[in-house]
């Protein structure tokens, strides 16, 4: 027998005996968690939920394409420059009164008179 395989084997029931305590706790801080949410749902969305499940299993195997019900839409968050992007055409850049200029306007025109500011000093 490879010492490699022996070595598993002989550690097999302590790492088992870990795996499956980490698996009880898990499942029961799982269920609070369900138990949580399951609280928050309203009970129509519940009953159209299940409404919805059941008819997804009872035709998922004459239409794979029902299965889509469980796909996660999930729109993806702007980049940080898109978000920066945004903030300074919000706050009317530059040429907006100094009374009306967003923060991130201000933020930008000091960051541009330090490099301005360096760059004189080079």
Not at 39 to 47: F, G, M, V
Not at 51 to 64: F, G, L, N, Y
Not at 78 to 88: A, G
Request: charged letters at 25%.
């Amino acid at each position: 027998m490879n010492d490699s395989n022996f070595c598993k084997m002989i550690h097999m029931k302590r790492t088992l005996c870990w795996k499956y305590k980490l698996a009880k706790n898990g499942i029961a801080k799982s269920g609070r968690v369900f138990n949580r949410l399951d609280e928050a749902a309203p009970s129509h969305l519940k009953t159209e939920w299940l409404a919805q499940e059941r008819v997804t299993q009872s035709s998922r195997i004459r239409d794979p394409a029902a299965m889509d019900l469980y796909d996660i839409n999930i729109k993806k968050a702007p980049s940080k420059k898109e978000i920066e992007l945004r903030l300074l055409e919000d706050g009317n850049a530059h040429n907006a009164a100094p009374s009306c200029r967003s923060v991130a306007t201000w933020i930008s025109m000091g960051l541009a008179i330090e490099e301005a500011q360096i760059a004189l000093l080079i």
